[in-house]
């Protein structure tokens, strides 16, 4: 191209190095931590829209008092709200693809299978959209992982080169594509799974221990009570006496 941009005009191996490192560190962070990133950035996509929107609506009503209040309301529910909407629309796209593909292949240029080829892909179609909507999380999880993997594989093709340099390139992003997916989907399952409740402990009996003093007889004699005899004889004075 005489004027304008030509892509064959680009030189990569001018690159400083640095750069290639932090592509390496970007994409370590994205296959690991991918999910939580999306979640962060989609939280702060949605808190300044509706912190923005809260504000002019507060401000017309008003004033500034009044848009300031509104400003911070409406940034926590554009944070949640934008949050549902990125799951929701992460399963449109899947549900949209999963639909296109098997009208696609059904249809195969025959006018006659278009009929079924759209109610087979709608069904496709709302079954994936379904199954994405619950998988949200894993699916964002391994999609960032795979992109983490390519800007992993790209800085090592670049930081290495050579003749081996794309063998090395595939083997370090998909090593971390890998890993990072699985990771990723461990901790997420991990994260749904329900809290256990703890096991019910018995309460613990207190036992008295046995004494070790054991009680010794009584070796002295207890004196014997005494042996009441029978009454004396009474001797009255009114009876004669010899």
């Not at 400083?16 to 979640?39: A, K, N, R, T, Y």
């Not at 702060?44 to 309301?73: K, N, Q």
């Not at 709608?122 to 800007?151: D, N, Q, T, Y």
């Amino acid at each position: 191209m005489a004027n304008g941009f030509d892509p064959e005009n680009i030189n990569l191996a001018g690159v400083p190095d640095w750069v290639w490192l932090i592509l390496v560190i970007l994409g370590l962070l994205l296959c690991f931590f991918g999910e939580i990133i999306w979640e962060f950035m989609v939280s702060i996509l949605g808190a300044i829209i509706g912190s923005m929107i809260g504000f002019a609506v507060g401000y017309v009503f008003g004033g500034y008092l009044c848009g300031f209040g509104l400003m911070f309301l409406f940034a926590i529910i554009g944070s949640m709200l934008f949050q549902l909407l990125a799951k929701v629309a992460v399963a449109l796209i899947c549900g949209v693809l999963a639909f296109a593909g098997v009208a696609y292949l059904i249809y195969s240029g025959n006018p006659d299978n278009l009929s079924s080829a759209f109610f087979a892909g709608l069904i496709v179609g709302v079954i994936v959209f379904v199954i994405a909507l619950w998988f949200v999380e894993e699916i964002v999880g391994v999609f960032l992982a795979a992109i983490g993997g390519f800007l992993i594989g790209v800085a090592v093709y670049f930081l290495v080169g050579g003749d081996f340099a794309l063998v090395y390139a595939g083997l370090a992003g998909g090593s971390m594509f890998i890993l990072g997916a699985l990771s990723q989907v461990m901790w997420l399952r991990e994260k749904k799974r329900p809290a256990r409740a703890p096991p019910r402990r018995e309460p613990v009996r207190q036992t008295r221990p046995p004494s070790t003093q054991q009680r010794q007889p009584s070796t002295t004699r207890q004196p014997k009570p005494p042996i009441k005899g029978p009454p004396p004889p009474q001797t009255g004075s009114g009876s004669g006496g010899i």
